[in-house]
């Protein structure tokens, strides 16, 4: 994904389909900074990485949001691609299987 110079309205043309008040504040926020535009494109792959159906997909996915997150450089997402990295085994298997201990290691550590 390449947005150098790019506008927001042209980076994010589905932010248009639903137009809102809150597409406006968004739009808003992601022309005060580079950065953000970025960490928000790469929040949004995440998400559709994170939706795959299959682990194919998955694995695709990953790879074009692994080139992003290394383009743009941001520590926060470079700290998350590891961690997807250390744990890909566990990830894809949820994607396989459609289980995952999620809810549970959510709970366990609520209760820490």
Excluded at 15 to 31: C, E, F, G, I, R
Aim: charged content about 20%; proline content about 3%; aromatic content about 16%.
């Amino acid at each position: 994904m390449v947005a150098y110079g790019l506008g927001w309205v042209n980076f994010f043309p589905a932010l248009w389909v639903n137009y809102s008040p809150a597409m406006t504040q968004l739009a808003l926020m992601l022309q005060v900074s580079e950065k953000l535009c970025y960490a928000y494109s790469l929040k949004e792959l995440f998400y559709e990485m994170m939706d795959s159906a299959d682990s194919q997909t998955y694995a695709l996915r990953f790879k074009r949001w692994q080139e992003d997150v290394l383009q743009h450089n941001l520590p926060q997402f470079i700290r998350l691609m590891n961690t997807m990295i250390e744990w890909k085994h566990e990830i894809v298997a949820a994607i396989e299987t459609g289980y995952s201990n999620g809810y549970i290691e959510g709970c366990n550590n609520r209760t820490k």
